[in-house]
T-cell receptor
């Protein structure tokens, strides 16, 4: 497709379950970002990949959160032992180039995670 | 540290009114970019505009205009003759060159345009 796609669009998990959220960036985009958007808030940065290298994970809230991009394209955000406070929309974005040059970030539709 | 503040959490106007959404930012970097995104009910963030810190020219695009003032660290967004389709949450964001590649977002302003 032409844009960033994410799956699933909606995920309901019981507290303590592990979840995996997938992001397909725009083909050829070097940079990939994950953001977390709590209800009524702005998106907050989680982590950044340049190709397969995770260059910044300063925004990951705990060691239960793990992200990977093994082949430099598709990325997976995994949350282990989910807690209710993990309920949020998880947004993925990609951009053509790499830091430090500026490149516009294109966002996917997000995955809405609800932890019961 | 970078910070973006959108003091207006919700604005309600009647169609055809003009409306201005405020954005104030903080950064110690001299080189940075400012953005506005629109988030309709579908949830996807739609890019509206980018401005770099060296370009203080105001910009107009159709019914949209942006006023960037470094002296007050503000990047305000005005919609002229608002329409119902403008109803959405609008986010202002900042990318500072020495703060990595991420965007720092404000809390958003929910705009409701009533017919």
């Amino acid at each position: 497709g032409a844009g960033v796609s994410q799956s699933p669009r909606y995920k309901v998990a019981k507290r303590g379950q592990d979840v995996a959220l997938r992001c397909d960036p725009i083909s050829g985009h070097v940079s990939l970002f994950w953001y977390q958007q709590a209800l009524g808030q702005g998106p907050e940065f989680l982590t950044y990949f340049q190709n397969e290298a995770q260059l910044d994970k300063s925004g990951l809230p705990s060691d239960r959160f793990f992200a990977e991009r093994p082949e430099g394209s598709v990325s997976t955000l995994k949350i282990q032992r989910t807690q209710q406070e993990d309920s949020a929309v998880y947004l993925c974005a990609s951009s053509l180039g790499s830091y430090p040059s500026y490149n516009e970030q294109f966002f996917g539709p997000g995955t809405r995670l609800t932890v019961l | 540290a970078q910070k973006v503040t959108q003091a207006q959490t919700e604005i309600s106007v009647v169609e055809k009114e003009d409306v201005t959404l405020d954005c104030v930012y903080e950064t110690r970097d001299t080189t940075y970019y400012l953005f506005w995104y629109k988030q309709p009910p579908s949830g996807e963030l739609v890019f509206l505009i980018r401005r770099n810190s060296f370009d203080e020219q105001n910009e107009i695009s159709g019914r949209y205009s942006w006023n960037f003032q470094k002296s007050t660290s503000s990047f305000n967004f005005t919609i002229t003759a608002s329409q119902v389709v403008d109803s959405a949450v609008y986010f202002c964001a900042l990318r500072a060159n020495n703060a990595g590649n991420m965007l720092t977002f404000g809390g958003g302003t929910r705009l409701m345009v009533k017919p």
